[in-house]
Nanobody
Framework: QVQLVESGGGLVQAGGSLRLSCAAS????????MGWYRQTPGKQRELVAI???????NYADSVKGRFTISRDNAENTVYLQMNSLKPEDTAVYYC???????????????WGKGTLVTVSL
């Protein structure tokens, strides 16, 4: 199994910055895709950003130019640097990884419990 621990959420004023972290641990054989999603009440969870094991990134149009995703493969950790935050970025942010565990060597998606980001005017 894989455990994900997220940190870095909180309250920030519009225009401010936050950095989210998500550390994966457990019987990990390899991690392919790592990413961040977000969800607000009454809405579906949406992709924010993803990064592959080779470093290829993809962002939602709404965050391009403001958010940066990165990863530390040695530490099995993914980061989301969020700059120029807007009130509409307020949401619960979830870490997601696609990992292969040692036994059995089968890949699957894992999700963190979420961290709340609140952006005030």
């Amino acid at each position: 199994q894989v455990q994900l621990v997220e940190s870095g959420g909180g309250l920030v004023q519009a225009g401010g910055s936050l950095r989210l972290s998500c550390a994966a641990s457990g019987s990990i054989f390899s991690i392919n895709r790592m990413g961040w999603y977000r969800q607000t009440p009454g809405k579906q969870r949406e992709l924010v950003a993803i990064i592959t094991s080779s470093g290829t990134t993809n962002y939602a149009d709404s965050v391009k130019g403001r958010f940066t995703i990165s990863r530390d493969n040695a530490e099995n950790t993914v980061y989301l640097q969020m700059n120029s935050l807007k009130p509409e970025d307020t949401a619960v942010y979830y870490c997601n990884v696609y990992a292969v565990v040692v036994v059995p060597q089968r890949g699957m998606d894992y999700w963190g419990k979420g961290t709340l980001v609140t952006v005030s005017l």
